[in-house]
């Protein structure tokens, strides 16, 4: 009887330094989040899997494996706390992001990326399946022309203008659904644009480890829960 290769390879985790590893241990310790051991080597995985790919087709500014921790795996972690159980779409998701972090850290989660770039999809597409993960779905479609809707919560992570990302997303979420909005600094600004008949419920300031820069993350739900 042979045993299933581990997710994700031994030969993908080699790549990175063993430092790499204890940066993420420590800040996951940092947001207070347990991970079991194979939930560690999936997020190691995907920073593996980002250097890889960045060489050639340049997902994401950060170059630096060790940034690409804190910048990108705990930057996205650090919202896990508002995420509830059901349905939840990252839209412009770019290379994954905060989905595939999401769905590792909550694998009952049910999570849709939607981004229209395609390589940025083809690098979430071989992300699923080195990682092995069975919880994410990733679509090359713009927002606007996506017709599947009802969905607990719809995310995303410097996608658009709050009030684009709420105009945009308007038909995706369920009944009692809301949005999560996770911005810099400049967010305060735009919540005077946002749009009618929604209503900000929470907002909520994060503490990314090893980030300076101001992170927070803005809830939002149509007014009335409808």
Avoid: C
Avoid at 44 to 55: D, M, P, S, T, Y
């Amino acid at each position: 009887m042979t045993t299933a290769a581990p997710y994700p390879s031994e030969a993908l985790l080699a790549s990175l330094a063993p430092a790499i590893g204890e940066r993420l241990e420590e800040g996951l310790a940092d947001l207070g989040l347990a991970v079991d051991d194979q939930q560690h080597r999936r997020l190691l995985g995907l920073v593996a899997l980002l250097h890889k790919w960045n060489r050639a087709y340049n997902l994401t500014a950060v170059r630096d494996p060790g940034e690409m921790v804190s910048r990108h795996v705990l930057d996205s972690a650090a919202v896990l706390p508002f995420i509830r159980p059901g349905a939840l779409l990252d839209v412009g998701a770019g290379p994954g992001l905060p989905g595939l972090v999401l769905a590792i850290l909550m694998p009952d989660l049910d999570v849709t990326l939607l981004d229209s770039n395609g390589k940025k999809v083809r690098f979430q597409r071989q992300a699923i399946i080195e990682l092995g993960l069975t919880n994410v779905t990733a679509t090359q479609q713009r927002v606007q022309a996506l017709d599947v809707g009802g969905f607990d919560q719809v995310i995303s992570r410097a996608f658009a203008s709050l009030a684009d990302f709420i105009s945009l997303t308007r038909h995706l979420p369920a009944a009692g659904g809301e949005w999560l909005a996770m911005k810099g600094p400049g967010a305060d600004d735009e919540l005077d644009a946002l749009p009618a008949g929604v209503t900000l419920s929470q907002h909520r300031r994060l503490a990314v480890p090893f980030a300076d820069a101001q992170r927070q993350l803005l809830i939002l739900t149509p007014q009335g829960g409808e």
